[in-house]
């Protein structure tokens, strides 16, 4: 079992639509959760990041951890088509040094 | 402020042969990271230095791998003999130690061995 799953998609909506990702985890350890946001030949950019459970919100973009249930979401408001791309979730925890899992990602097009 | 800088972008190889990679961190980011990403998937973590201590090379195949980071700031890392499984992108990316783990990634070289 991985210890970062995430749904690869693909996940189709049309512009305005509300978007939801998510991704489950295992180990309890995790303390960290990002969102990470990367287009075609391009590296990953940093969305979110959040320590603990709750939510946090950034223009249309809102992240939710819920630690008790080892889940994390990613929610899209009002979707455009420059929305479109793929969207990792990463997971860290700190010994030391931090130690971050990725998701494999969920590719995301956003049709005008 | 710049970003992270790699290069080159594009590298085609024939499987045997030697390739490097070069990255420059965002000024003043201590801890850098080199992870391999296969299509499909989110990136691994290969190496991982804080200033030019290699303090996480677990995941790093050392037969064939090898990193070093000179005087704290640029990094290479070299693949000796390259082969057909290697091909990938591999990202670099520079976070400020001791503060977050807040990593800014490059744009990557993709490698394809032939």
């Known amino acids: 079992q991985k210890e970062v799953e995430q749904d690869p998609g693909p996940l189709s909506v049309p512009e305005g639509a509300i978007v939801s990702l998510n991704c489950t985890y295992s180990?309890?350890?995790?303390?960290?959760f990002m969102w990470y946001r990367q287009y075609s030949r391009k590296g990953p950019e940093l969305l979110m990041y959040?320590?603990?459970?709750g939510n946090k919100e950034d223009g249309r973009f809102t992240a939710q951890v819920d630690k008790s249930s080892k889940y994390i979401s990613l929610f899209i408001r009002d979707s455009q088509p420059s929305d479109s791309a793929t969207y990792l979730c990463?997971?860290?925890?700190?010994?030391?040094?931090?130690?971050?899992?990725f998701g494999a990602g969920t590719r995301l097009f956003v049709k005008a | 402020e710049a970003g992270v800088v790699q290069s080159p972008r594009y590298k085609i190889i024939e499987k045997k042969q030697p390739v490097a990679f070069w990255c420059n961190p965002i000024?003043?980011?201590?801890?850098l990271y080199w992870y391999r990403q296969n299509l499909g998937q989110g990136p691994e973590l290969l190496i991982r230095y804080e200033n030019e201590e290699a303090v996480d090379d677990s995941q790093l195949p050392k037969d064939r791998f090898s990193a070093e980071r000179l005087k704290g700031v640029d990094s290479t890392l070299k693949i000796q003999p390259a082969e057909l499984g290697d091909s990938a992108v591999y990202l670099c990316?520079?976070?400020?130690?001791?503060?977050?783990?807040?990593?800014?990634f490059g744009p990557g070289t993709r490698l394809t061995v032939t």
């Open positions: 959040t320590y603990s459970s």
């Open positions: 990316a520079s976070s400020l130690r001791g503060f977050s783990n807040e990593q800014y």
């Open positions: 000024s003043g980011h201590n801890t």
């Open positions: 990463a997971m860290s925890v700190y010994t030391g040094g931090f130690k971050t899992i």
């Open positions: 180990n309890s350890a995790f303390q960290y």
